[in-house]
């Protein structure tokens, strides 16, 4: 009895030291300053599966699916053309389908998320006000589905 509670407690306790690593979350920080973002400011709506699964392991599950982009292409149009152009080409705001990335980690859908969630310097705010967490990977996917520059330099093809 007293060698089956010992195996009881020691299994446990390693589910107790193996569980945090088995469900970690990504990290998500400030553009500009490198602070911890508080994702207690997205707006409502945007925890789904895909989300669940991008705070999991950093890529975009809608990369490369046709309906996600037309639904990323219309929020994109609605939300961010008027500063980054019609195609992406760059207005106000820096263009966003070639392989010049003003912050370089935008090149990784865990960098591009970042700043469409807490903005960047210039007149780049935070999305969380216009966009849902959802939202945001569509759009990423949208904008990488518009890529023109090297895909060698497309971080997000190597994720």
């Known amino acids: 009895m007293i060698k089956l509670s010992k195996i009881m ?6 589910m107790i030291l193996v569980s945090p690593f088995a ?3 990504i990290t998500l920080r400030n553009t500009i300053t490198g602070e911890t973002l508080d994702m207690s400011f997205a707006k409502k709506g945007g925890d789904t599966d895909a989300f669940k699964q991008f705070m999991k392991d950093g890529k975009n599950p809608y990369n490369g699916k046709k309906d996600i982009e037309e639904k990323g292409k219309s929020l994109y149009m ?10 992406a080409e760059g207005k106000l705001g820096p263009g966003l389908a070639d392989d010049y990335w003003t912050y370089p980690r935008n090149g990784t859908d865990i960098g591009l998320f970042e700043t469409l969630f807490g903005g960047a310097n210039g007149m780049m705010g935070p999305q969380y006000v216009n966009f849902n967490t959802d ?21 997000w093809l190597k994720q």
């Open 135 to 155: 939202e945001m990977l569509q759009i990423m996917a949208f904008l990488r589905s518009i890529y023109t520059g090297d895909k060698s330099k497309a971080e």
């Open 78 to 87: 609605t939300g961010c053309s008027g500063c980054h152009g019609h195609e």
């Open 9 to 14: 407690v020691g299994i446990g306790v390693t």
């Open 23 to 25: 469900s970690a979350e």
